[in-house]
């Protein structure tokens, strides 16, 4: 069976565990596979840009779909790339009151830099999620180019409904060689083939 969009995927989950009265569930196992990608799972066509304006605060929204930064630079002249680090280190560098060029930031539920920056563009380059399927919204880039990753994700997560099923084994080693696949591909498309030169004005002490 082709696992071209949304029934498709049901149906062959169906067929898979070979059961006809799990149609109002099914839809949950796939859910389900798609919250364990948006832990496990990054692929370039997750990589998003968002551009948006600092205010007079230290902290920034993040976009609604943010699953993990890659990159973030503060556009004045020359680009200024800010330093992720973590909640605990920033809270030792931020001097109440200092404001400036930051050199440092930190996400929790929003993105907090080292000091108040000064009005400018803020660039976010981060891994968003992607979009569910759905009646709606049958197909997707991830199932379009790895249909097994999508089956094997949710064979898996129907295992706390339907019980244990010798087969989990042979899915739960199928998902792991897609997903390290999927992994491999994403990082050597990441590889240039040959030095990349910017004038950055990075952190300063």
Known sequence: MALENYDDLKASIADWLDRDDLTTVIPDFILMAEN????????????????T??????????????????????????????????ADQLAMRFANGSSGKPNYFAVHECIEFDRVPTLVDAEI???????????????????????????????????AYTGNDPRIPIWSQAYAQAAAQVTKNHRLGQI?????????DGPTP
Do not use: C, H, W
Request: charged share 25%.
């Open 192 to 200: 240039t083939s040959g030095p990349v030169q910017s004038t950055v």
């Open 125 to 159: 380059i981060y891994y968003a999620r992607l979009t569910n399927l759905s009646d709606v919204n049958p197909t997707n880039v991830l199932l379009n180019n790895n249909p097994d990753l999508y089956l094997f994700a949710s064979l898996l997560a129907a295992e």
């Open 36 to 51: 364990r990608f948006d832990r496990e799972v990054r692929i370039r066509d997750m990589i998003r840009r968002s551009t």
């Open 53 to 86: 304006t600092t205010s007079d605060s230290k902290l920034l929204a993040l976009p609604a779909d943010y699953l993990e930064m890659k990159r973030l630079m503060l556009n004045y002249d020359p680009v200024r790339v800010v330093r992720q680090t973590s």
